[in-house]
């Protein structure tokens, strides 16, 4: 038996659903070895490098570079042997059934007349590197099932015999039948439906017209220019003017973070705690401590260090949450906003409660750089327990943050500015406050637990020789 595999759309991450293949490095046809990078896959982010697992030949390339996102489980190509025939291949394909693949119990039997094989079909080896209980394996091989799409639910990420059963079992997708038809072009009159449109509003008898767009279309901006310009008038009712939009769809991170955020809207429950902590001593402490750190450490960065230290006092802020489940972390992973040249990313400071300000400093400036070359790896942004978006540097006095789930949390920091305030003796002076506003998920965190955190957070602040400590 010829040793055919496929070559699937990995899943990186749990929330990963669909990535796009930037490039092959390997030619369809041309043999491949351990190691050799294989082909670039870009995910709503950042583009991962693919190597070959082993030695084969890239016998037939289903999905070229540069094309449509594809869901997480599509057979992008197939590897085989040297000598494997054409033949084998178009069967292979053929009988190919993804761990996700929808059910179409019609097409099946469209595409497939014959009967079925009166035998079960033998079982297709499976060499991987994921870690999986022999049950499982065997299972996947029986059925010729591809794993790599397949989330383990066992410890440190095993794929489970449950886990290859739910993927067999996997729920049918709807079919959907594909664009509506449009009615036929006019045979007299050849015009796009805006330019029909714009010309019925204005009046314009399209069939002495002549388009200049594809085959002599008649296109929109041939309507335009046919029609009248109204000449201002002193003291002339205002005429408005045609305002068609300028469509721009989506793009992956868009895309990603459309959906991220909609989900975090509808199902979590936000609730939100503002505050201000007076940031005057800190401001003060800044100058003198980045001299003798000899780092170039921001706000925000002592920002970091104070709410990693405030979450590992309040363990039960610090969490995740996962369906049913909380999971509760002792070190406090930090998730900063940056703007990216692909879209706003948030990457890690891990375990930023352990780490001093300048290390923290250190740590963000390369996180940052990596972010606005686009080199951020799914390591540098997987995980986090907790948040912070700071737009204070834009001017933005105070705002609410939508949640990142799984984290339960995130602290919106606004632009630190003076307010008046009452002094000890009782007259009236200015300090700079800093506006904060935390946005909690109520069901993991409760109001109590929130505000405790954001009075140690504000305390830290305001004292910050404990960030030293």
């Not at 104070?306 to 930090?334: E, T």
């Amino acid at each position: 038996m010829p040793d055919i595999r496929p070559f699937c759309m990995p899943k990186w991450g749990i929330e990963m659903t669909e990535g796009t293949l930037a490039d092959w490095k390997v030619a369809e046809g041309d043999a491949f070895a351990r190691g050799q990078l294989l082909c670039l896959i870009e995910t709503a982010k950042i583009t991962n490098e693919v190597e070959a697992e082993y030695d084969a030949v890239l016998a037939r390339v289903l999905v070229p570079a540069g094309g449509e996102a594809q869901p997480v489980g599509t057979l992008l190509a197939v590897t085989a042997q040297a000598g494997t025939s054409a033949e084998e291949i178009d069967a292979f394909i053929a009988a190919f059934r993804p761990a996700n693949a929808p059910v179409n119990p019609g097409a099946a039997a469209q595409d497939a007349p014959a009967p079925a094989p009166a035998h079960p079909p033998a079982p297709r080896p499976i060499q991987t590197n994921r870690a999986i209980s022999p049950e499982a394996l065997k299972l996947a091989e029986a059925s010729g099932l591809d794993i790599e799409p397949i989330e383990g639910s066992g410890r440190n990420g095993r794929i489970t015999l449950q886990d290859v059963q739910q993927a067999l079992n996997a729920p049918a997708r709807p079919v959907l039948s594909g664009p509506l038809a449009l009615a036929a072009e006019d045979g007299k009159v050849f015009a796009s439906p805006l330019a029909r449109r714009i010309a019925a509003q204005h009046g314009i008898d399209l069939s002495g017209v002549t388009g200049t767009g594809p085959r002599g279309r008649i296109s929109k901006a041939d309507v335009l220019a046919l029609v009248e310009k109204p000449v201002p008038t002193p003291g002339a009712a205002f005429s408005p003017v045609p305002n068609p939009p300028a469509i721009v769809p989506f793009d992956r991170v868009r895309k990603v973070v459309a959906q991220r955020l909609t989900q975090a809207k509808q199902e979590i429950p936000h609730f939100y705690l503002r505050s201000s902590a007076r940031l005057d001593e800190l401001l003060a402490l800044r100058k003198t401590a980045n001299l003798v750190l000899g780092a170039r450490a921001s706000i925000n960065d002592y920002l970091v260090r104070a709410a990693a230290i405030a979450l590992a006092r309040h363990p039960d802020v610090n969490v995740q949450v996962h369906g049913q489940s909380i999971h509760r972390f002792a070190h406090a992973d930090i998730a900063i906003a940056v703007a990216g040249p692909h879209g706003l990313v948030t990457p890690i400071v891990r375990q930023a409660n352990r780490q001093s300000v300048a290390q923290i400093a250190q740590a963000t400036s390369a996180l940052i750089d990596k972010a606005k070359a686009g080199r951020l790896s799914l390591g540098d942004m997987e995980g986090g327990t907790f948040s912070i978006s700071n737009l204070g540097m834009f001017g933005v006095e105070e705002f609410a943050a939508i949640i990142n789930p799984p984290q339960a949390a995130i602290l919106a920091v606004g632009a630190a500015g003076r307010a008046p305030c009452e002094k000890p003796d009782g007259s009236v002076g200015f300090e700079t406050r800093l506006a904060l506003t935390l946005a909690v998920d109520h069901r993991a965190i409760d109001g109590a637990a929130a505000a405790q955190f954001l009075a140690t957070l504000k305390g830290l602040i305001e004292a910050p020789e404990a960030l030293f400590a």
